[in-house]
């Protein structure tokens, strides 16, 4: 019996998605009275650390970097079985996401995906948010294995331990029946699932020549920047920018919405932020009834004068 964690990397290092889950892992196995091991397939730089994070163990698989759904969940599936694992845990990105459902058929297990609570010992009980984040509700998995994807910022990577060294796990992957011709990342910017900071506009920007001042407040807060779906549809912004039920759901750890009305699907996909800040220049803007703070105003003055506010804060500390 142990918690088996997923931990995901990005073009070759451990991503902060992986520190969440292992986090989540640890205190899993803590409430269930046995041990979490974290499992990496291919390049995975800094793995050694996940023991800070609460992992007993850490083992390796050498397989392709080329993600491959199939292959890495026959792979997680065999691994949880040799290691004896009967919980495993990833991380609810869509890496995550495509694989739980994978691994547990495999394992003839009970799923629950995006959980924000650890399970009980006993009955293994876990909450997860429904109806867009306006309710809870508490799902009860009776089957002997059980497979759990983590909701993202849910749980706070938590260094307490000390670093594991990597073990290598032999395990014959299946081969693949996917071929990755060409694969294009983004540099420097934290994805947008992982961002704690969001600066994110929408039409009031009036057009994408405008956007100047979005980039600026996001360069300055060290944020990542996102949009509304107008806004992509109309190819103001790339479509990997925007949030909301039909784009990206997020859960920063502040999210600032410059000239979005706060339509029900746009709320749907970031009312889980911790702090949301709101500037419009309609006072009955819907958005406001999400927010916790908001400025009404012309957001061509009120962005570029907290812009010089936010860099003259930064310049005195």
């Known amino acids: 019996m142990a918690v088996l964690v997923f931990a995901e990397s990005l073009t070759g290092s451990i991503k902060k998605a992986a520190l969440e889950a292992v986090t989540y892992g640890n205190?899993?196995?803590?409430?269930?009275?046995?041990?979490?091991?974290?499992?990496t397939i291919g390049t995975a730089e800094g793995a050694d650390k996940l023991g800070q994070y609460g992992a007993s163990k850490v083992y390796n698989v050498a397989a392709s970097d080329d993600f491959d759904s199939q292959v890495?969940?026959?792979?997680?599936?065999?691994?949880?079985?040799?290691?004896g694992a009967d919980c495993v845990v990833f991380a609810h990105s869509s890496s995550g996401k495509s694989l739980a459902?994978?691994?547990?058929?495999?394992?003839?297990?009970?799923?629950?995906?995006?959980?924000?609570?650890?399970?009980t010992a006993g009955n293994f009980s876990v909450q997860k948010g429904v109806f867009s984040g306006k309710g809870f509700a508490t799902y009860e998995i009776k089957s002997t294995n059980k497979v759990l994807t983590i909701a993202p910022?849910?749980?706070?990577?938590?260094?307490?331990?000390?670093?594991?060294?990597?073990?290598?796990?032999a395990i014959e992957a299946p081969a693949a029946r996917v071929k990755v011709k060409e694969q294009s990342t983004v540099e420097?910017?934290?994805?947008?699932?992982?961002?704690?900071?969001?600066?994110?506009?929408?039409?009031?920007?009036?057009?994408?020549?405008?956007?100047?001042?979005?980039?600026?407040?996001?360069?300055?807060?060290?944020?990542?920047?996102?949009?509304?779906?107008?806004?992509?549809?109309?190819h103001w912004r790339p479509h990997h920018e925007h949030v909301g039920q039909t784009g990206v759901a997020i859960r920063p750890t502040l999210?600032?919405?410059?000239?979005?009305?706060?339509?029900?699907?746009?709320?749907?996909?970031?009312n889980q932020s911790k702090v949301i800040v709101v500037i419009n220049k309609d006072p009955e803007a819907p958005f406001f009834k999400a927010a916790d703070y908001?400025?009404?105003g012309d957001l061509f003055e009120v962005v570029p004068r907290l812009n010089e506010a936010l860099k003259k804060f930064k310049s005195q500390n």
């Open 255 to 270: 999210y600032i919405a410059v000239g979005i009305s706060g339509a029900i699907q746009h709320l749907a996909g970031v």
């Open 27 to 39: 205190l899993a196995a803590q409430a269930l009275g046995t041990e979490c091991i974290a499992l």
């Open 72 to 83: 890495y969940a026959a792979i997680i599936s065999k691994a949880a079985e040799q290691l």
């Open 101 to 119: 459902g994978r691994v547990a058929v495999r394992m003839e297990a009970g799923m629950a995906s995006a959980v924000i609570s650890v399970p």
């Open 188 to 234: 420097g910017i934290v994805p947008l699932p992982e961002a704690e900071l969001v600066v994110s506009a929408g039409r009031g920007m009036k057009g994408p020549e405008n956007w100047g001042m979005i980039e600026e407040m996001a360069d300055i807060l060290g944020a990542t920047t996102a949009c509304s779906r107008p806004v992509a549809d109309v």
């Open 294 to 296: 908001g400025v009404v």
């Open 153 to 169: 910022n849910t749980f706070r990577p938590e260094a307490s331990g000390s670093d594991v060294a990597v073990e290598t796990l």
